[in-house]
C-alpha cells in the first residue's frame, strides 16, 4: 500500500502551500524529490515539533507587545484629541484640492513625533474646511478613530 500524505514543516514560504515554520501535508515524492532536497521543508521529527512550538510561542509574544505597542499609540492620539491639517482654500472655504493620508499622516507625525504610514489612513472625501474623523488603522486589531481639522491658511 502506497503511502497518501507525509507531514513536513516549512523552512521558507511557499506561495502554493504555507509560510515558514507551518506544518503541511504533501505528496512523499514532492517532499523526497523537491522540498527536502533543497531545504525547503524539513522532516517532521520530535526536535523540529519543539522548534516550531518555540517559534509560535515567540511570534505570539511579539504580535502581543506590537498590539500592546498599538493600544498606547491609540490612547496617546486620543489623548492629543485634535490634529490641524492647512489647506489653500478659495471662496466658501473650498479647498483647492483635497486632504489626503499624506497631510494626515504629517499631521499626526508632527504632533506625536511618531511616523505612521499614510497607507493605514483612511480618509473621507474632503473639500471643505472644517472637522472630519479619520480612521488610523494601527494594528489588525486596534484602530483609532482621530478628530482632524481643516484649516485654511
Not at 517532499?31 to 521529527?45: D, E, F, H, I, Q
Request: proline share 3%.
Amino acid at each position: 500500500m502506497v503511502k497518501k500524505r507525509v507531514q513536513v514543516v516549512l523552512s521558507e514560504d511557499i506561495l502554493s502551500l504555507g509560510k515558514d515554520g507551518d506544518l503541511v501535508d504533501v505528496a512523499p515524492g514532492y517532499a523526497r524529490n523537491y522540498l527536502l532536497p533543497t531545504g525547503k521543508a524539513l522532516a517532521v521529527t520530535a526536535a523540529v515539533l519543539r522548534q516550531v512550538e518555540h517559534r509560535r510561542a515567540k511570534e505570539a509574544e511579539r504580535q502581543a507587545a506590537l498590539k500592546a505597542e498599538a493600544i498606547a499609540f491609540r490612547t496617546a492620539l486620543d489623548t492629543i484629541g485634535r490634529f490641524t491639517v492647512k489647506k489653500q482654500t478659495g471662496g466658501d472655504d473650498v479647498l483647492f484640492g483635497t486632504v489626503t493620508n499624506g497631510d494626515v499622516a504629517e499631521a499626526i507625525e508632527a504632533a506625536t513625533k511618531k511616523e505612521v504610514d499614510r497607507r493605514v489612513i483612511t480618509v473621507p472625501e474632503i473639500h471643505r474646511t472644517g472637522s472630519y474623523k479619520v480612521q488610523v488603522k494601527l494594528h489588525p486589531e486596534v484602530v483609532a478613530d482621530v478628530n482632524l481639522e481643516v484649516v485654511s491658511y
